[in-house]
C-alpha cells in the first residue's frame, strides 16, 4: 500500500522537533550539530530571535492579501534587493523552481518582444534548477527527466567546462545561458571566476541574456552577498530562493530594467509569491545578511572551517579526498561512498548532506559560532574513523 505521504524521498529515520541556532533537537531528545541547515535554507540558524519576532508581529497584523493590492513587506524587500545588487526590479516566488519558471519566461519573452526568434537557452551539466517542467528540461539530466516527456523544448545542454562547446554553441540565434556560479546538487563544483568573467564576455558579444542560479550560492553562502559578486561580473536574470526566508518558503527573480521588459502587467503571477509573512522575515534576513560586517564575519568562519576540513582530509585521506567550495558553501570529496559517510554523521549527531560526485556538502548557518564550527570537525573525524574501523 502506498504510503500516505507521496514516497518521492528517501527519508533518514530522524525526526526533528525543535532547533535552536545550530543545533536540532531529536524526538528521543538527541541533540545534533547542523551542517545542513535544510540544504541551505536556515541561513541565520534555527529560530533565530529576530527572525522568530518579524514573523510574529507580521502574523499578529496580517497574514495574506492578493498581489492585487500593495504589500509594505514586499516592497521593503524589493528595495533592500535593488540596493544591494544589480537588479533594477524584483518578481517574489516562493521557491527556487517557481524563480527558474520565471526566469525561463523572462529571457524568452524579452527575444519575443524584439521581433527575433530567440527561444534556445543554454545549461551545463551537473545544473540543479528544480523539479518543475522547466526546471527538469533545464537541467537535462537522465536521471530527473527520464519518464516525465515530452519535455520543455528549447534547451541545449553542454558539459560543464567544455569552453570549446560552449563556444560553438553561443550564437546570435540564442535567447539566455543558465548557470549555478557554484553547483550545488551537482557536488559543490564552482566555476572559477575567470569562466563566470568570460560567459559574461561571451553573452555581451553575442546579446545572450545571462541568467545565473544562485538560488543555492546565493545570500551570502560564499561570503559576498551573491556569488557572481566574487567575480566582479552581474547577471542579466538572477533566480533567488532557499536562504533569502531563512526558512520560510520565499524566492525571487531579479533582473535589469531592460532584461524584465516584456514582463508587463498580466504577463506574470503568483497568489502566495510576496506573502506577507514570507517577506517580512526576509526582509529581515536581508538586514542581517546584507550588512558588510557580517559577511566579513561568514569570510573569517569560512577561512576557519576550510582549514580544519583540510586537516581533515589530511587525516583521513581514505575517507576524503579533497575539500572544495566557497565561503560557507563546502564539499568533501569523498573516497569512501558519500552516503556512508552521512550515515556516520548521524552516529555523531552531526547532519551533513550528500550531493552528485561523491560529495558530502556542508551547509551551516552563516552565524555558526566557532566553537560549533571546531566541534563539526571533530564530530567528521569521529565519522571518518569509524568508516576506518568498518573498513578494516
Ligand atoms: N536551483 C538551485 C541551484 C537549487 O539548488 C535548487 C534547489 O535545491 C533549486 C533551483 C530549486 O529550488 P526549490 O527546491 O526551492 O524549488
Same mark, same amino acid.
Not at 213 to 228: N, S, Y
Not at 262 to 266: L, Q
Given at each position: 500500500m502506498i504510503a500516505s505521504i507521496l514516497p518521492t524521498y528517501s527519508r533518514a529515520p530522524l525526526t526533528f522537533t525543535s532547533g535552536e541556532g545550530s543545533w536540532l533537537t531529536e524526538a528521543d531528545g538527541r541533540r545534533f550539530l547542523d551542517l545542513g541547515a535544510g540544504i541551505a535554507v536556515n541561513a541565520l540558524g534555527h529560530a533565530h530571535p529576530a527572525l522568530v519576532a518579524a514573523l510574529n508581529e507580521q502574523a499578529s497584523a496580517l497574514w495574506h492579501v492578493s498581489n492585487l493590492y500593495n504589500i509594505p513587506a514586499q516592497q521593503k524587500l524589493a528595495d533592500a534587493l535593488v540596493d544591494k545588487t544589480f537588479a533594477d526590479t524584483v518578481f517574489f516566488t516562493n521557491s527556487g523552481t517557481e524563480a527558474c519558471e520565471l526566469a525561463v519566461k523572462m529571457a524568452r519573452k524579452y527575444w519575443f518582444d524584439k521581433g527575433e526568434n530567440r527561444t534556445e537557452i543554454i545549461t551545463f551539466s551537473g545544473s540543479f534548477h528544480g523539479r518543475s517542467s522547466a526546471g527538469i528540461a533545464a537541467a537535462g539530466s537522465e536521471k530527473m *527527466?527520464? +519518464?516525465?516527456?515530452?519535455l520543455l523544448p528549447g534547451f541545449t545542454h553542454l558539459e560543464f567546462g567544455d569552453h570549446d562547446a560552449l563556444h560553438v554553441a553561443a550564437s546570435d540565434k540564442v535567447a539566455a545561458i543558465m548557470v549555478e556560479p557554484v553547483q550545488g546538487e551537482g557536488g559543490i563544483r564552482p566555476l572559477p571566476d575567470a569562466c563566470l568573467k568570460g560567459l559574461r564576455d561571451l553573452c555581451d558579444q553575442h546579446g545572450i541574456l545571462m541568467i545565473l542560479?544562485?538560488?543555492?550560492?546565493?545570500?551570502?553562502?560564499?561570503?559576498?552577498?551573491?556569488?557572481?559578486e566574487w567575480a566582479g561580473v552581474s547577471p542579466d536574470i538572477m533566480m533567488v530562493a532557499k536562504g533569502i526566508g531563512g526558512g520560510f518558503p520565499l524566492g525571487a527573480v531579479l533582473a535589469t530594467e531592460d532584461a524584465a521588459s516584456?514582463? *508587463?502587467? +498580466?504577463t506574470h503571477g503568483s497568489t502566495?509569491?510576496?506573502n506577507p509573512l514570507a517577506c517580512a522575515v526576509g526582509a529581515k534576513v536581508m538586514e542581517i545578511v546584507g550588512d558588510d560586517a557580517f559577511l566579513a564575519d561568514v569570510n573569517r568562519k569560512a577561512g576557519l572551517l576550510r582549514q580544519k576540513l583540510e586537516g581533515l582530509v589530511a587525516a583521513y585521506p581514505d575517507v576524503f579526498e579533497a575539500v572544495r567550495g566557497s565561503g560557507l558553501m563546502l564539499g568533501l570529496k569523498c573516497k569512501a561512498a558519500n552516503t556512508d559517510v552521512v550515515n556516520a554523521g548521524f552516529g555523531q549527531n552531526v547532519l551533513t548532506v550528500p550531493a552528485a560526485d561523491n560529495v558530502i556538502r556542508l551547509l551551516p548557518?552563516?552565524?555558526?559560532p566557532d566553537e560549533d564550527i571546531a566541534l563539526a570537525v571533530e564530530k567528521l573525524a569521529k565519522a571518518a574513523e569509524q568508516i576506518k574501523g568498518d573498513d578494516a
Open positions: *527527466t527520464k +519518464g516525465f516527456g515530452p542560479d544562485e538560488v543555492q550560492c546565493g545570500m551570502g553562502r560564499t561570503g559576498r552577498l551573491f556569488a557572481h516584456g514582463m *508587463t502587467a +498580466g502566495y509569491g510576496g548557518a552563516l552565524n555558526i
